[in-house]
């Protein structure tokens, strides 16, 4: 149920243009593209996600931004659990406000922060 009203909510934040499964896919491709081969059966992907939005779709957002988050980084832990990566701590996707990003449009950076540390000692994307 939670699921279905992020997808909504995500929807709803991102049309025309974007579409809640391009917003999973993009955190998708961010594992994938960075990943770090530790060694045989192990590798490691980044677990820290912050999604920039347009003012006025973070605004849209309100305190959904809060809710939203959890729904995401629990899609990247689906996604990294079926290729077996690994991460150096918990899985974070946080929504932020950027003066920067064209209505309708996103850009999402990625890094891979240790467990018990704040961002971001290794940025990838």
Not at 106 to 121: H, L, M, W
Request: charged share 25%; with cysteine; net charge neutral.
């Amino acid at each position: 149920m939670m699921e279905k009203w992020a997808a909504e909510l995500v929807d709803r934040v991102f049309r025309p243009k974007r579409e809640s499964v391009e917003v999973v896919s993009t955190l998708r491709r961010e594992c994938d593209d960075n990943i770090m081969i530790l060694g045989r059966g192990r590798t490691l992907v980044p677990n820290a996600f912050t999604v920039a939005l347009p003012q006025a779709s973070h605004r849209e957002l309100g305190s959904h931004a809060y809710q939203l988050g959890p729904v995401l980084a629990a899609k990247v832990r689906d996604h990294a659990a079926s290729h077996s990566y690994v991460f150096a701590g918990p899985v974070t996707v946080t929504l932020e406000p950027d003066p920067t990003v064209d209505t309708g449009g996103y850009r999402i950076q990625s890094s891979i922060v240790p467990a018990g540390r704040d961002r971001p000692p290794l940025t990838t994307g």
